[in-house]
């Protein structure tokens, strides 16, 4: 295995984690495992050291279960960066810990270890409570200091501790461990083909569903749950060029992804652990079709392992109802009308007609396990969706600056509609934009220039006047980019139209769809929205400081379910918060004090 984390590619990472895995299955005392995952977290972020924090039963300490270097020590569950992550659930990166006022250097001056970068996160048990968290200290390699990706790992590593102590604390069971190891080896597999770690959970709770309906017994059904989320494991080899290519592939193409089912198996069948045994034939057999048409060994019928073809109609039946880069989501009605189609032919009789007789809690499954964020009226059964497209403040790879897509034509802001949309992008008539800064207007420059010849509808840019004049004078200009407002498409209608915004007025969507611009505060000319689908409202701000106009609305508005609210930056940047009228989550939940409404859910885009 390479020293250096900076190379460590996806089927090394996976290496590295089956390494782990496998040790840790052969332990069964608790310190010895805990140990273990510190190591790994160790190795998964390029850390010198690596300490896991527990918290006590009685809620008042925290104390050092693993912290390699140095004895353990117990503090007050607030003391330190560690204490403020454990006691506000947040997660910290930080490049220089002298320069933040909350590091407690008694351990540095003591020991004569100086620790400069550190990496903190918490973990949660089922009930989303914290238990601790996992520290990391130093970054080695080629960079000395953490980022995005390394959180991403340790993020791994604090889910196999998390479910370690709570089985731990229980029985002292491993096996808990493994399948939430199983879990997120699958979510590797499906980010990077970018879908979603929820997808290998509906998959998982679906195969149970039908495996139990079918006549399994309890613990074959929850075996298949546990070992399903592996059935795309093998995408981790196959080329990003591939795995996220917008359209359709081309014979060699699909000839190379059609391999994942094989190399997936070959990754699993050699382990001798029941589990993983039941996720090696989940990935062999998942695209074997009941009419022998499937890859990659083209079996028929009941040929195809029982766990196969449940995981078969699993898999389809949520990727149909998911977005993914190469395709939207289709429709419910769309979607059962093809497993009444491929009954006998792509999918088991039988396991169709157990589809069908258990639709409602298949679609409870999904409805628990959502990808994009929510929000409804009480009591509706109907669902009012938003689509949150980017909510960064940087563009890297995974990561896109903010936007939310409304609907099919309407979207606020324009930091990252390319990658998200694709070619679907072509539908946007409205882009209502929340301020000119460039994270949140740079993909209007993309959507224009890459789908020109097939775009047959001009777009309104909705803004204020600062900025529309902004926009105008700076970006679409001419000399920065192409001044759209003055070329036309091939049917002779504008490619950019531009709206002054009046605030407080309400504009018409649809039928059914409103939206409301009022003022915030930032550096630039800027405004958030109030966005009302049938009876149901949400709003949504961006880059912003003072936000008692945002309580002013919600106090006002008894429509307004849901709030989003972009964080820009953390605690220890407050000043450079203050002077660039950005919000930190101190600073928010200071401002949240003077709301009076508690009936609708906050969601900080930080």
């Known amino acids: 295995m390479k020293s250096e984390i900076d190379s460590l590619d996806a089927t090394e990472l996976l290496e590295t984690i089956f390494i782990y895995l496998a040790e840790i299955s052969s332990r069964r005392d608790y310190n010895d495992v805990i140990e273990l995952l510190a190591r790994m977290a160790k190795i998964l972020t390029g850390a010198d050291r690596c300490s896991v924090w527990i918290v006590s039963d009685d809620k008042k300490t925290i104390r050092t279960k693993v912290s390699q270097g140095i004895d353990a020590i117990e503090l007050p569950i607030e003391s330190g960066i560690v204490g ?6 947040t997660r910290y990166i930080i490049d220089d810990v002298y320069k933040d006022e909350r590091f407690n250097r008694y351990i540095d001056d003591k020991t004569g270890y100086t620790t400069k970068s550190m990496m903190v996160i918490p973990m949660y048990d089922y009930q989303e409570n914290v238990i601790g968290a996992f520290q990391v200290i130093n970054r080695l390699g080629s960079r000395n200091i953490f980022d995005a990706r390394d959180m991403e790992r340790l993020t791994l590593a604090t889910t196999y501790a998390a479910e370690t102590i709570i089985s731990a604390k229980l029985t002292s069971e491993i096996e808990a461990t493994q399948r939430e190891v199983v879990l997120t080896m699958g979510a590797i597999g499906e980010s990077r083909s970018k879908e979603t ?5 509906r998959v998982a709770a679906y195969s149970k569903c039908l495996a139990l309906a079918y006549g399994l017994s309890e613990f074959e059904a929850e075996l298949l749950k546990q070992a399903s989320p592996m059935h795309d494991i093998g995408k981790v080899a196959i080329p990003d060029n591939i795995l996220n290519k917008n359209g359709r592939f081309n014979d060699t193409e699909r000839k190379i992804m059609d391999t994942h089912a094989q190399l997936g198996y070959d990754i699993l069948k050699n382990s001798k652990r029941e589990l993983l045994q039941a996720a090696s034939v989940v990935a062999y057999e998942h695209h074997e079709k009941y009419d022998g048409s499937g890859y990659p060994r083209g079996l028929r019928g009941e040929d195809i392992h029982i766990y196969g073809r449940i995981t078969a109609i699993a898999d389809v039946f949520d990727a149909l109802g998911s977005d993914r880069v190469y395709k939207k989501a289709w429709d419910d009605k769309r979607i059962l009308a093809l497993f009444e189609e491929e009954r006998g032919k792509h999918f088991d009789p039988k396991l169709v007609d ?7 809690e298949i679609f409870a499954i999904r409805d628990m ?3 994009e964020y929510k929000y409804s009226k009480s009591q509706s059964k109907k669902s009012r969706n938003i689509k949150v497209l980017g909510a960064y403040g940087t ?15 309407d979207v606020i802001d324009a930091g990252n509609l390319l990658e998200m949309l694709g070619e679907e992008s072509i539908h946007i008539k409205n882009i209502w934009l929340t301020h000119q800064h460039l994270d949140h207007i740079v993909d209007i420059a993309y959507i224009i220039d890459n789908y020109f010849d097939i775009r047959e509808e001009t777009i309104n840019i909705y803004g204020t006047k600062g900025t529309i004049e902004a926009i105008q004078k700076y970006f679409l200009n001419d000399e920065i980019w192409p001044d759209f407002s003055k070329i036309k498409l091939s049917n002779e209608k504008v490619v950019v139209k531009y709206v002054e915004i009046e605030l407080d007025r309400e504009y018409t969507i649809s039928e059914n769809e409103s939206i409301k611009a009022f003022k915030t ?3 630039a000319s800027s405004c958030g929205y109030v966005y009302t689908r049938d009876e149901s409202s949400v709003l949504i701000t961006a880059d912003t400081y003072n936000i008692d106009r945002v309580i002013e609305e919600i106090e006002k508005n008894r429509k307004i379910q849901s709030v989003v609210i972009e964080c820009s930056f953390p605690n220890r940047l407050e000043k450079l918060a203050i002077e660039s009228k950005h919000l930190t989550p101190k600073i928010l939940f200071e401002n949240l004090d003077k709301l009076k409404r508690k009936d609708f859910q906050l969601i900080s885009i930080i």
């Open 84 to 89: 403020e992550s454990i006691s506000r659930g």
């Open 369 to 371: 396990f959502q990808d």
């Open 354 to 360: 157990i589809f069908f007789e258990n639709l409602e």
């Open 197 to 201: 770690g929820n997808h290998v959970k």
């Open 521 to 523: 505060d930032h550096t």
């Open 395 to 409: 563009r890297a790879k995974g990561f896109g600056t903010s936007s939310f897509s409304l609907n099919k034509t």
